[in-house]
T-cell receptor, first 113, second 111 residues
Framework: ETGVTQTPRHLVMGMTNKKSLKCEQH?????MYWYKQSAKKPLELMFV???????ENNSVPSRFSPECPNSSHLFLHLHTLQPEDSALYLC????????????FGDGTRLSIL | DAKTTQPNSMESNEEEPVHLPCNHS???????IHWYRQLPSQGPEYVIH???SNVNNRMASLAIAEDRKSSTLILHRATLRDAAVYYC????????????FGKGTKLSVKP
């Protein structure tokens, strides 16, 4: 039990589909993050939310649209994805944005056909 | 880009100590040194962090050089479950506190 739950664990979608990834934490944390981990590449930070406000967008294409309705939930809405978007998408949370340790979920493995 | 340098891979025998090195020669005076590990098919897991003094917790020990330009993560008795990729990361505060992952060190543990 990591404290950060991601659903679904696996997702296969076509390039024209629209889907959403969900992340949930009940650790009382105020900051939440999306990361992308492609094969043989380091984890890349995508988005940061602090107290439900987006504070970082690491030059992510607009086909990825994050949403943070409250401090416990984070979504990543996907539309018109490309094959190179196939990767492991990881969510994390921390008490505050900054030096506090981050707690990660086990990710959603996304495959684009 | 990651601001740390780690060996690509290391091997250890089960129940022996493991010393994982990390160089961070450009670290600033207020940056913390964090270690995470990622087991197969899982997200990264926080291991330990420190600023200047050596640190111990239930998972590992962190030895920080006096000039802070390098550090060593110490696993006192490696188990098969410790086989993972270990990431050394330097962090400041605010946006400087974002985790910038490098390639890490892949640790293999032999029975």
């Amino acid at each position: 039990e990591t404290g950060v739950t991601q659903t679904p664990r696996h997702l296969v979608m076509g390039m024209t589909n629209k889907k959403s990834l969900k992340c949930e934490q009940h650790l009382g944390h105020n900051a939440m993050y999306w990361y992308k981990q492609s094969a043989k590449k380091p984890l890349e930070l995508m988005f940061v939310y602090n107290f439900k406000e987006q504070t970082e967008n690491n030059s992510v294409p607009s086909r990825f649209s994050p949403e943070c309705p409250n401090s416990s939930h984070l979504f990543l809405h996907l539309h018109t994805l490309q094959p190179e978007d196939s990767a492991l998408y990881l969510c994390a949370s921390s008490q505050d944005w900054g030096s506090q340790p981050q707690h990660f979920g086990d990710g959603t493995r996304l495959s684009i056909l | 880009d990651a601001k740390t340098t780690q060996p690509n891979s290391m091997e250890s025998n089960e129940e022996e100590p493991v010393h994982l090195p990390c160089n961070h020669s450009t670290i600033s005076g207020t940056d913390y040194i964090h270690w995470y590990r990622q087991l197969p098919s899982q997200g990264p897991e926080y291991v330990i962090h420190g600023l200047t003094s050596n640190v111990n917790n239930r998972m590992a020990s962190l030895a920080i050089a006096e000039d802070r330009k390098s550090s060593t993560l110490i696993l006192h008795r490696a188990t098969l479950r410790d086989a993972a990729v270990y990431y050394c990361i330097t962090r400041g505060g605010g946006s400087q506190g974002n985790l910038i992952f490098g390639k890490g060190t892949k640790l293999s543990v032999k029975p």
